[in-house]
C-alpha cells in the first residue's frame, strides 16, 4: 500500500520540469512587462503595492507557471517566492470571479502554521488591491491551533476557500472528516509545496502522502485533467527531499547536484 503510494507520488504528482541550474543562475531583470503574460489587473495591483519589478526567482518562474510547467524554484529566504507561485494562481482567481466560477484554484501547502498565516496575509493584501468585490473568504488558511468546526463552517460560504494555505495535519483531519472537501478540492489547478523540505521533513511526509493519494483518487472521478500544476519552492532542497520526491529524474538531478546540496 505504501509502495503504491510512492509510486503515485513519484509518477503523478512530482514530474517537475524545470532544471533547477536555469531557476537559479542569475541573469538580467525585466520588468512584470516582460515576465509573461500578465493581466492589467494583477500588474496594476503589483504597482499598487509598490513592487516595480519581478524579483529574480519570480522573473525566472512565473512566466513557467503561467504557463501551467511544474515547477522546482530554489532561492533563498526573502527573495519573493510566494509571488513567484502567487501570481499564476491570482490570474486564475481573477478570471475565475470574471466567470464567477468558485472551483478552488490552488493549494498551498506550508510547514507551519505562522507560515500560513504570513503567505494567506501576502496574498490576501494583493487580492484586495486587486478585486474590488474581493470576497474575504476566498484566500483561508486552515491550520491547527484553530477551531476546526470555524473553519468547516467558513469553508460553506459561497466562493470561500478558492486558495487555500494550510498546514498537512488539519488539512488531512478536514478531508478525512468531510467527503465533501475532498470532492471538492481534488479539482485544484496547482498545487503548492511551499519550504518544500521542510514541509516535508517535519514530520508531516505521512499526512501530506495521504492527502495526495485521496485528492488524487477522488479526481479520477472527477472530469479535470489528470494532473495538477506542482510547484514546489525552498530556501533549500536537502538530498532528503529528492529522495522523498523520488522519480529517476530527480534521482539524476540528485547525483549531479550531490557536492553542491552537501
Ligand atoms: P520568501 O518566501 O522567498 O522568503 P517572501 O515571498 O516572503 O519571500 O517575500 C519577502 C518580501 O519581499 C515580502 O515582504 C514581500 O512583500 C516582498 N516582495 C515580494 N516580491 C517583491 C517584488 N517583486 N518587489 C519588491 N518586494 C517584493
Ligand atoms: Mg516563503
Not at 472551483?103 to 500560513?116: K, N, Q, S, V, Y
Not at 487555500?164 to 481534488?186: D, H, M, Q, W, Y
Not at 499526512?207 to 530556501?235: D, G, H, P, V
Request: aromatic share 6%.
Amino acid at each position: 500500500d505504501n509502495k503504491e503510494t510512492q509510486d503515485e507520488l513519484k509518477t503523478n504528482v512530482f514530474n517537475a520540469s524545470l532544471d533547477l541550474d536555469d531557476v537559479v543562475s542569475s541573469s538580467e531583470l525585466p520588468e512584470w512587462e516582460k515576465v509573461g503574460n500578465l493581466s492589467m489587473t494583477v500588474l496594476q495591483g503589483l504597482s499598487k503595492l509598490g513592487f516595480v519589478k519581478p524579483t529574480e526567482i519570480q522573473a525566472k518562474t512565473v512566466p513557467l507557471g503561467l504557463e501551467g510547467h511544474d515547477i522546482m524554484g530554489k532561492a533563498s529566504t526573502g527573495s519573493g517566492k510566494t509571488l513567484a507561485y502567487g501570481i499564476p494562481i491570482l490570474e486564475k482567481l481573477v478570471q475565475s470571479q470574471a466567470t464567477k466560477n468558485n472551483d478552488p484554484i490552488g493549494l498551498i501547502f506550508t510547514p507551519t502554521r505562522e507560515l500560513a498565516q504570513q503567505v494567506s496575509q501576502h496574498l490576501q493584501k494583493i487580492t484586495e488591491l486587486i478585486l474590488n468585490d474581493h470576497n474575504k473568504y476566498s484566500i483561508l488558511s486552515l491550520t491547527g491551533g484553530l477551531s476546526i468546526q470555524k473553519q468547516e463552517r467558513l469553508l460553506k460560504y459561497d466562493g470561500s476557500g478558492k486558495i487555500v494555505i494550510a498546514t498537512p495535519g488539519r488539512f488531512l483531519e478536514l478531508l478525512e472528516k468531510n467527503t465533501s472537501l475532498l470532492e471538492r478540492f481534488c479539482k485544484i489547478d496547482t498545487l503548492v509545496l511551499d519550504e518544500a523540505d521542510r514541509l516535508l521533513q517535519d514530520g508531516h511526509f505521512e499526512e501530506f502522502e495521504k492527502i495526495i493519494k485521496l485528492l488524487r483518487s477522488y479526481r479520477k472521478k472527477s472530469n479535470k485533467s489528470q494532473f495538477w500544476q506542482t510547484m514546489i519552492f525552498s530556501a533549500t532542497f536537502s538530498i532528503d527531499l529528492f529522495n522523498k520526491l523520488g522519480s529517476a529524474n530527480h534521482h539524476k538531478k540528485k547525483n549531479e547536484k550531490e557536492d553542491e546540496l552537501q
